[in-house]
């Protein structure tokens, strides 16, 4: 699972932006799980919060001000 705070990529070296380009990719792709919440946040984003037990789903709400429980890790 991968997180990262920020997904702007700001222009630096070859390797330096390859390697920032894959670590936006790979929190993409997890849909930014981790423990703790993203910093850098748009509205529809999701988080799957590693901290809770069972893992929690969660959505930034339209005004991009506050995560909205979508899904628990629960049994259905």
């Known amino acids: 699972m991968a ?3 920020s997904f702007v990529i700001e ?3 070859g390797l330096a932006v390859r390697t920032r380009i ?7 792709q997890s849909s ?5 919440a993203p910093t850098d946040t ?6 799957f919060d590693t901290s ?8 930034r709400d339209a ?3 506050a995560w909205q429980e979508f899904l628990d890790g629960g049994t259905y």
Not at 52 to 59: E, G, H, N, W
Request: charge should be negative; aromatic fraction near 2%.
């Open 63 to 65: 005004q991009d001000s």
């Open 22 to 28: 894959n670590e936006v990719l790979a929190a993409l």
């Open 42 to 47: 748009r509205p529809g984003m999701l988080w």
């Open 32 to 36: 930014n799980a981790g423990p703790t």
């Open 11 to 13: 222009n630096d070296s």
């Open 52 to 59: 809770a037990s069972p893992p929690v789903l969660k959505i």
């Open 3 to 5: 997180q990262t705070n």
